[in-house]
């Protein structure tokens, strides 16, 4: 597995497989890989010939004061990871290699990204669809690989690829979950063990909302309610918010039908905002 850093030598990778009539797999990340991100890889190396890893803390996807200086990062860790499951090449730019000094195009975005995360985090998604755009543009990619937990980005990523023409295939993943249930995250790290403790019932309530909504319950009011009550009953959470919307349009929806999506965000202990999630067709 080779590990490059410039976007001229993963060209030149690929040019040389797909010049073979070889396929490729991307899983774009952000780094500090967890099971989650291995299930991606692994998922991507079945299904194709060669595996291209980016790990990447992108700075346009976070928000002046969000945890861009803090992100865990550890390359070493992460490049194990990566040759144990299969890939074939990590890139790991710079942020100078994939920002010039006169950068000025995006790629933004309406609609699906006014709800949800697109509310509290102004500034993300135009940061995910630029870096994601660009990095599709970079690797060339057959298929490209997204977990299910950023529900959201997996909509938005297929709505930017279908408007925009992108000729490679989206394939969502299953959240990968800790023992006790909590989503894997590269964030679990901020949590100390106090907030850790609090932080199950995310996934707890995650589940109980999807139990009432397969027993029957149709009014979304009651079971968002009854998944805040349950947040709010454990120490050190702070909802930013949970939502049921029409998962095709991320808009709120009243009564449960058709393509759902379930969504929570909640800071823990003020160290670290998770986020988990139920899709469900009713
Ligand atoms: O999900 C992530 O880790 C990031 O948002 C992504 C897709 C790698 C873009 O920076």
New binding site residues.
Partial sequence: MKIVSTINEVRQQVKAWKKEGKTVGFV???GYLHEGHESLIKRAVAENDQVVV?I?V?PM?FGPKEDLASYPRDLNADSILCENAGASLIFHPEPEEMYEDAFCSYVDMNGLTDALCGLSRPVHFR??CT??CK?FNIVAPDRAY??EK?AQ?LAV?KRMVKDLNMDLEIIGCPIIREADGLAKSSRNTYLSPESRKSAVILSKSIFMGKKMIEDGERDASKVINAMKDMINSVPLTDIDYVEIVDVNTMKSIDEIKGEILCAIAVNVGGEARLIDNFMMTV
């Fill in positions: 774009p990340t952000m980016s990447f992108n996807q940061g995910v870096v994601v990095l997204f977990g950023d980005q990523v």
